[in-house]
T-cell receptor, first 112, second 114 residues
Framework: QQQVKQSPQSLIVQKGGISIINCAYENTAFDYFPWYQQFPGKGPALLIA?????SEKKEGRFTISFNKSAKQFSLHIMDSQPGDSATYFCAASNSGNTPLVFGKGTRLSVIA | DAGVTQSPTHLIKTRGQHVTLRCSPI?????VSWYQQVLGQGPQFIFQ???????GRGNFPDRFSARQFPNYSSELNVNALLLGDSALYLCASSLTGAATGELFFGEGSRLTVL
């Protein structure tokens, strides 16, 4: 049973455009929703995270939007750059120490 | 400061063999987690250790085992290797054992089983 469903599987965006990646979760006990970025040959690195007490969190060009009632959250990358080309994973866990559950990933390619 | 270090970076084994993967966490981090990442998939949780005790175990067979040493480094052991064990094995450390804390991943050990 996949607890976190991520889409799309791959995404091609023009430089300067907006990249949007969506995730849906099933477990209502989840209360921590991070996004990780992974470059080829590297381990994932935390990009930005949100907790369900807010509906949006912004850090630079990266924004998480969170919809608790729909059990969905999304990552928006504004002004996408070629250096943003990587695989992005959404994940979820809870304070009861359920370990991080990852989505299947989205391969983003930003083309000039 | 050194990040999470894993060894070996690449290894090739044959079916039925045993493998030991090693991980050194960031200095000061007391929790180590192991994840399996199959090509094209997200990381899947295998084990978490905190203060040398197993904190959690994912849905993996008993062929998988791990331990954490007094210096907080960790080993992942896999016995009776199967072709399906071919994957990137990621180690992540964190300051505390909380599931809602930031995980710092190493670059992984890529295991190929022939």
């Amino acid at each position: 049973q996949q607890q976190v469903k991520q889409s799309p599987q791959s995404l091609i965006v023009q430089k300067g455009g907006i990249s949007i990646i969506n995730c849906a979760y099933e477990n209502t006990a989840f209360d921590y929703f991070p996004w990780y970025q992974q470059f080829p040959g590297k381990g994932p690195a935390l990009l930005i995270a949100i907790r369900p007490d807010v509906s949006e969190k912004k850090e630079g060009r990266f924004t998480i939007s969170f919809n608790k009632s729909a059990k969905q959250f999304s990552l928006h990358i504004m002004d996408s750059q070629p250096g943003d080309s990587a695989t992005y994973f959404c994940a979820a866990s809870n304070s009861g120490n359920t370990p991080l559950v990852f989505g299947k990933g989205t391969r983003l390619s930003v083309i000039a | 400061d050194a990040g999470v270090t894993q060894s070996p970076t690449h290894l090739i084994k044959t079916r039925g063999q045993h493998v030991t993967l090693r991980c050194s966490p960031i200095s000061g981090h007391k929790s180590v987690s192991w994840y399996q990442q199959v090509l094209g998939q997200g990381p899947q949780f295998i084990f978490q250790y905190y203060e040398k005790e197993e904190r959690g175990r994912g849905n993996f067979p008993d062929r998988f085992s791990a331990r954490q040493f007094p210096n907080y480094s960790s080993e992942l052991n896999v016995n009776a290797l199967l072709l399906g064990d071919s994957a990137l094995y990621l180690c992540a450390s964190s300051l505390t054992g909380a599931a809602t804390g930031e995980l710092f991943f190493g670059e992984g050990s890529r295991l190929t089983v022939l």
